[in-house]
């Protein structure tokens, strides 16, 4: 590390470390104190019995949300689910979203 | 690709969950610390089996691994006189090796769990730094493990919220990769610096 040039990369990608480290712990223990009261997202590769264990309630009610009857075991991701009702997967996220606003909290 | 990974591991469960470990591992980028906290969550649910899909995903992190070092070890001569070049020479090359062998098992068993995404990168520069096969697969085998046993464990125990979780973790990580390499080239900036000084003084 003897140029002068050298030394300059050297001290930017130190100033870059330094302050990578601050912004990732930073954002990291944002994430940390959301993890107890933040809702999750419905996402697509979930299935219903998944739904209903991270809202915590019956699976039976977002069954009935989506016009099915209910099944159990029942692995389908909500996208297979879609495609077999021929219904746009973004149509059932809502209808579990708002099954899930005005369900009773289950275990 | 993160949503049909996901959606696979939840439908066909431990065969998924093995191919898609080992292939991360191999190197190619995937989402595996959401997809083992995923993993916890349905073993939290009764849908797949603690001990299980522990046994599978460790062997098939195991396998992606010992692929990578392969590549590395006999992947061919262009590759290893590329390396040679990059690293300036082979009396460069004989001093990684040397550093390999004295330090690389730490660093196989910290990048299996704690800085996961220089995970495939240390599987192929310990293949071509020479790093002893056996040593190699003792390390990467207990850090792999406990990787799995982390990541599997936390998603138990938060199983309602993998996606903040993952989320956390993955900042988390990157934290300590920014942090390690702030201290190295802080070392590296001040030692050359006082050398300078101490030279000049001399």
Redesign the interface.
């Known amino acids: 590390?003897g140029r002068p040039s050298q030394?300059l990369i050297?001290?930017l990608?130190?100033i870059v470390?330094?302050?990578?480290?601050f912004v990732?712990?930073f954002?990291?223990g944002r994430?940390?104190r959301?993890?107890?009261w933040?809702n999750?997202?419905i996402?697509?590769?979930?299935?219903v019995?998944?739904v209903a264990?991270?809202?915590?309630v019956r699976p039976e009610v977002l069954y009935q949300a989506i016009g099915l009857p209910p099944r159990q075991?029942d692995?389908?991701?909500l996208?297979?689910i879609a495609r077999e009702e021929k219904r746009p997967v973004a149509d059932l996220i809502r209808a579990l979203e708002s099954a899930i606003a005005n369900a009773p909290k289950g275990p | 690709m993160?949503?049909?990974?996901?959606?696979a591991l939840?439908?066909?469960?431990s065969p998924a969950l093995f191919a898609v470990v080992m292939i991360a591992a191999i190197g190619v980028p995937l989402p595996i610390t959401l997809l083992l906290i995923v993993t916890g969550?349905?073993i939290?649910?009764g849908?797949m089996n603690f001990w299980w899909a522990i046994g599978l995903a460790t062997a098939g992190s195991v396998i992606g691994d010992q692929i990578g070092y392969a590549i590395g070890r006999w992947g061919g001569s262009e590759l290893v006189d590329r390396f040679t070049r990059l690293l300036g020479g082979p009396e460069r090359l004989e001093k990684a090796q040397s550093t390999a062998r004295r330090w690389g098992g730490p660093g196989i068993f910290f990048s299996r769990w704690l800085v996961t995404p220089l995970g495939p990168w240390v599987n192929l520069a310990s293949g071509l730094a020479g790093y002893p096969w056996m040593r190699f697969l003792v390390w990467d085998a207990i850090g792999e493990l406990l990787g799995t046993l982390i990541f599997v464990g936390l998603g138990k125990v938060?199983?309602?919220?993998?996606?903040?979780?993952d989320?956390?973790?993955s900042?988390?990580t990157?934290?300590i990769?920014?942090?390690l390499?702030?201290v190295f080239?802080?070392w590296?900036?001040f030692s050359?610096a006082w050398t300078k000084q101490a030279d000049d003084g001399g």
């Open positions: 590390m030394k050297f001290a990608a130190l470390a330094i302050a990578g480290t990732f712990g954002r990291a994430h940390a959301r993890i107890h933040q999750e997202p996402h697509a590769w979930m299935s019995p998944f264990h991270t809202h915590h075991p692995h389908r991701p996208r297979r | 993160r949503e049909q990974i996901l959606a939840s439908q066909y469960g969550s349905l939290s649910q849908v938060f199983s309602d919220r993998v996606l903040a979780l989320a956390m973790l900042d988390l990157w934290a990769v920014a942090l390499a702030a080239l802080g590296k900036f050359s």
